[in-house]
């Protein structure tokens, strides 16, 4: 077949698209960055509205208290982790911190190892461990700005105290083999912490298999849950001792009695969390990850497959370079294509109606997600060319 053909292929995930009315009203190539609003959020934040209005403080003990827990168990599913294993938070960076500061990084046992290509947020984190006491170990990439596993495995030993790494890396949707380093983590005497944002809702991530001590993400991306909702599971088989020191008066085991403390914690997930959940984002969110958790994330992983090998085989017939991972084993739900003028270009698109981004040293970065149609591939590489060549001729 021809990759410019049109596929025949039926879709069985496409019913779902008249659920994301912004799928419906541009070219969405942009959930690797802003998934689209499920049609459902409208409804839960007016019942959120609602219930502040018309139940106010009795609001808190109907539902919002429970909320953060049944939202973290929607995740849990996905991750194929039992629930209460998943708690909330505001971003992801939070969720990170507070798993970091369960760990002690003083003495002999004090380096953090991490990759370059981390998400800056992540090693901006790091590099504030590192004023207190820890040791951070980039392990740096190869050619391409492709990451070795082998280069991360020989950067654990008996000096490591965290191994925190991205499952997909989010420039070049570089998936990374993320199993056999837990595990050597483990056998060193370390703690993992695996970054799956650019994963989870579109590459399967499954909590049993990998045996991470913790896994964090965000809402925003593949998972269609807006702003405003990070998480982080926490393997109840290694970390049900930990005593994060980021931490508020939910996570204690009652925390309506205002204990003045030392804090007694809860024996269940709510040993991780902090203070006053968001409440709004979480319903928000929760539109998000029903859609995900109904539809499965295989079906979507292979949908993604297909049409990420659509672009690239266009991408090559257009004759654009591509700067992200090309392997169907390795590769995430982005394509990134560095054509001439990528910035000007995105800015062309996206003042017309076609959703993407820019990132510096990778270019256009584009998505399809289970709401595509096979047409939109061929329109938006279609129109990327027309305004790569427009550039071009005006001498840009
Ligand atoms: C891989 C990865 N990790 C972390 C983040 C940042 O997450 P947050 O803003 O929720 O802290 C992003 C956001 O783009 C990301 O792509």
Redesign the pocket.
């Known amino acids: 077949m021809s990759p410019a053909s049109t596929s025949s292929t039926h879709d069985p995930l496409i019913d779902w698209r008249r659920e994301f009315p912004t799928a419906e009203s541009t070219l969405h190539f942009i959930s ?2 802003l998934g689209a609003m499920p049609r459902t959020v409208d409804a839960a934040l007016a019942h959120y509205a609602q219930t502040w209005k018309t139940r106010g403080i009795r609001a808190w003990e109907e539902e919002w208290f429970q909320l953060p827990t049944e939202v973290g168990d929607v995740l849990a599913s996905i991750l194929n982790a039992p629930a209460g294993s998943v708690s909330m938070y505001e ?6 911190a507070v798993a970091l500061s369960a760990v002690d990084f003083h003495g002999a046992r004090n380096r953090l190892v991490c990759t370059v290509e ?2 800056p ?2 090693l901006y984190l790091y590099e504030g461990l590192a004023r207190r006491g820890a040791e951070i170990v980039r392990v740096r990439a190869r050619k391409g700005r492709r990451m070795e596993e082998a280069d991360i495995l020989a950067a654990i030993d008996e000096r490591t105290a965290m191994v925190a790494i ?1 499952h ?3 420039r070049t949707s570089q998936v990374l083999d993320a199993a056999p380093i837990v595990a050597r983590a483990r056998e060193a005497g370390a703690w993992t912490l695996l ?1 799956a ?2 994963s989870v809702g579109t590459v399967p991530v499954d909590a049993q298999v990998i045996g991470a001590d913790f896994i964090a ?2 809402s ?2 593949w998972l269609c849950g807006g702003p405003g909702a ?1 998480w982080l599971y926490a393997n109840p088989k290694t970390t049900a001792a930990l005593e994060p020191a980021i931490t508020g008066w939910m996570a204690h085991h009652n925390p309506f009695a205002f204990d003045p403390g030392p804090i007694r914690r809860d024996p269940g997930a709510r040993r991780f969390w902090t203070g006053t959940p968001a409440v709004p984002a979480f319903m928000a969110a929760r539109c998000g990850y029903d859609v995900i958790a109904r539809i499965g994330v295989p079906p979507i992983r292979a949908k993604s497959l297909r049409l990420t090998g659509r672009m690239l085989a266009l991408a090559d017939e257009y004759g654009f370079p591509v700067t992200s991972e090309r392997d169907a084993g390795k590769r995430g739900g982005m394509v990134c294509l560095d054509v001439p003028h990528a910035e000007a270009v995105c800015a062309d698109l996206l003042a017309s109606d076609v959703l993407l981004d820019h990132r510096p040293g990778v270019g256009l970065r584009l998505a399809p997600h289970f709401y595509t149609r096979d047409d939109e591939v061929d329109e938006v590489m279609r129109r990327v060319r027309e305004a790569v060549r427009r550039h071009e001729s005006a001498g840009g």
């Open positions: 690797h960055s971003n992801e960076t939070m969720a990170q981390d998400f947020s992540e991205s997909t890396l989010f970054d944002y650019q993400g965000g925003v991306k990070g």
